[in-house]
């Protein structure tokens, strides 16, 4: 967050984001570790940033560092090698450079704060570069033991932030940021199973050409005792897993359209091309305002937040000349053992829209001190509603359709003791329900802001076995008809391109209160000043969830289940010790998986 105002593109639950930090630009860093109060929605941990306003008098700063890779060691030797390690990751150059200047416009009037920073992270990937890359004639890799497979890191940061005191009780801030970054190439050496290792050609630019947020803040003092603020951020990010284009590694900066992406099962690995990528569009604008009134044992604060999102989304492919098909997306060869097995098919191609209507968030809250206590409550009202745009796919349009419309109260509550009266030692416990971040695109958990969306429930990918009995690398078959035909078999999945058989969303779970995943946090602990500035704190947290959503197979009845019973291992550690028999219901394996 920017001065409590959420920084971010309504990603994943709301806080995604590329955004890179700006030291120098940033007058504090604000981290709160629990019990966040009712002004946001969700707990857990949380980074304020307050930028710089710069002063009556000029001043600047910079920092700088540089690596490269002869500051670090490698643990690679003969005897690794020699079991099948060609190569091992490590830092290839590392450096930041964040300058900041600020100073008076006007005295006392209106002052200004310029940032940037450049950063560069290279690093070597485990594993070389392919001597075949970007020829369509070669359906083989060959290692280069020379070239050291290179995964770049650029950032660029650019800030400005200009302060105006109009009056002395109105104080009016303007921040402007525009970063851009680049992962190029990205997702190339070995990845976490069950993904491939990925030779460079069939890496991904992940790009994000353009990052920026426009800021206004405004606080005004009214009385002693009142304080008003208000703020709003406005951001706009366009980034993706794009094609490669930039040869920031030293490689290929375009890729030959004869080129067919190819996986080879036998060894999980991918070469000559990538197959999927994506292209998004995020807007956003998020607004908040606050009254505060500070009396001598009194800190009472109501307030409201709110924000609006739009995600846009292409999953594409870069277009490959198919024989006999000429330009197409989507299309991956699969080799087993260097042989042509199977043509992998995917619905590109497509753009996904989503849009947050409503993020509200109306509070209050008090801290009370009487004595040696410090008691603390609030309440929360949440309101999230949000829907899809009119989309088209294959030259079907779905009209716009509302999905979800949640309402939710949560509680606030927290006390502290004074034990020793003079503010050095305090015992602290708190007690608050939060609730799940939601936005526009949703991952995991919060996948339900945009899973019912009918571009997101589409059946996307199948395959086709291909037997290319001539090795001439060319699938003699219509590679889109459902039935078997020439050198390939049927479609795996009949259904592909299409929502039939796609999962349901219970129109009941979509809307209404109490319906959004909430967890509950305790918290107990000491806080104790060792000396000016040294302290020690030691805390306890338990947390427990709720409101997790259930997928039901409905196509799947008491006939399609297997009865099987289980006895369980004598263990003392279990019920009455074990033993006993468990009855359990499998599905039974000739049965096909829903989708």
């Known amino acids: 967050a920017v001065t409590g105002v959420p920084l971010s593109t309504m990603i994943g639950g709301g806080w995604g984001g590329g955004s890179v930090p700006n030291a120098t630009g940033t007058q504090e860093f604000a981290i709160d570790t ?46 690794l090698q020699a079991r099948g390690l060609p190569s091992v990751g490590n830092i290839k150059k590392n450096a930041d450079f964040n300058p900041g200047f600020g100073g008076p416009i006007a005295r006392d009037k209106l002052w200004f704060y310029l940032s940037g920073r450049y950063q560069m992270a ?91 947020f426009i800021q206004v803040d405004w606080n005004s003092p009214v009385s002693n005792k009142l304080l008003v603020e208000a ?18 590694d030293g490689g290929l900066s375009s890729i030959d359209p004869r080129m067919i992406s190819v996986i080879e099962s036998s060894t999980n690995t991918m070469f000559r091309l990538n197959n999927e990528l994506n292209n998004s569009w995020n807007k956003n604008l998020h607004y908040r305002g606050a009254l505060s009134y500070i009396t001598g044992s009194h800190v009472f604060k109501v307030g409201f937040n709110n924000a609006w999102g739009y995600h846009d989304n292409e999953t594409y492919s870069p277009e490959s000349i198919i024989p006999g098909y ?24 497509r753009t996904a829209k989503v849009e947050v209507d409503n993020d509200l968030g109306l509070f209050v809250q008090d801290k009370w001190t009487t004595g040696r206590w410090t008691l603390a409550g609030g309440l929360r009202y949440d309101l999230y509603q949000n829907s899809f745009p009119e989309q088209s796919f294959a030259g079907v349009t779905f009209p716009r359709q509302s999905n979800l419309s949640w309402h939710d109260i949560t509680p606030k509550l927290g006390a502290t003791y004074d034990v020793q009266g003079n503010g050095r030692t305090a015992l602290k416990v708190t007690l608050n329900k939060y609730l799940i971040g939601l936005g526009t695109l949703g991952l995991f958990d919060n996948a339900i802001t945009s899973g019912p969306s009918p571009v997101n429930r589409l059946r996307t990918t199948t395959n086709r076995t ?14 889109y008809a459902v039935a078997a035909n020439g050198e ?83 263990d003392p550690n279990l019920p009455d010790g074990g033993g006993y028999t468990v009855s359990v219901y499998d599905l039974k394996s000739n049965r096909p998986l829903s989708n």
Request: aromatic share 14%; proline share 8%.
């Open 326 to 349: 000429g330009p197409a997306q989507g299309v991956q060869y699969q080799f087993t053992g260097g042989a042509p097995s199977a043509i992998v098919l995917r619905s590109h191609p």
């Open 231 to 248: 703020s709003a951020i406005h951001r706009v990010e366009r980034w993706g897993d794009m094609q490669i284009q930039t040869g920031d």
């Open 488 to 570: 390939c078999g049927p479609l795996a999945d009949p259904l592909f391109n299409t929502i039939q058989g796609a999962n349901d969303y219970d129109p009941d779970l979509l809307t209404g209160w109490n319906k959004r995943n909430y967890n509950w946090e305790f918290s107990a602990g000491v806080q104790h000043e060792l000396a000016p500035r040294v302290g020690i704190d030691v805390s306890y947290f338990r947390r427990w969830y709720g409101n997790f959503p259930v997928w039901d197979d409905r196509s799947a009845g008491p006939a399609d289940y297997d009865l099987a019973h289980v006895t369980v291992p004598r």
């Open 466 to 479: 291909w037997t290319d009995a001539n090795r001439d690398f060319v699938p003699n078959c219509n590679i």
């Open 34 to 79: 629990a019990a966040v109060g009712g002004s946001f929605a969700t707990g857990g941990v949380r980074m304020n940033f307050i930028p710089k306003d710069g002063g009556n008098r000029y001043s600047g700063t910079i920092f700088a560092t540089l690596a490269t890779e002869d500051f670090a060691s490698t643990n690679l030797d003969a005897d």
């Open 122 to 212: 290279d690093l070597y990937e485990p594993g070389f570069y392919n001597k075949n890359a970007n020829d369509p004639t070669k359906w083989t890799v060959e290692e280069d033991p020379s070239r050291r497979i290179i995964a770049p890191r650029r950032f660029q940061v650019y800030m400005g932030r200009f302060t105006w005191q109009a009056s002395p009780r109105n104080k009016v801030g303007l921040t402007y940021e525009q970063e851009s970054l680049c992962f190029c190439p990205d997702d190339v050496g070995p990845e976490a199973a069950p993904d491939p290792f990925t030779y460079p050609e069939a890496g991904n630019d992940r790009r994000f050409p353009l990052q920026r």
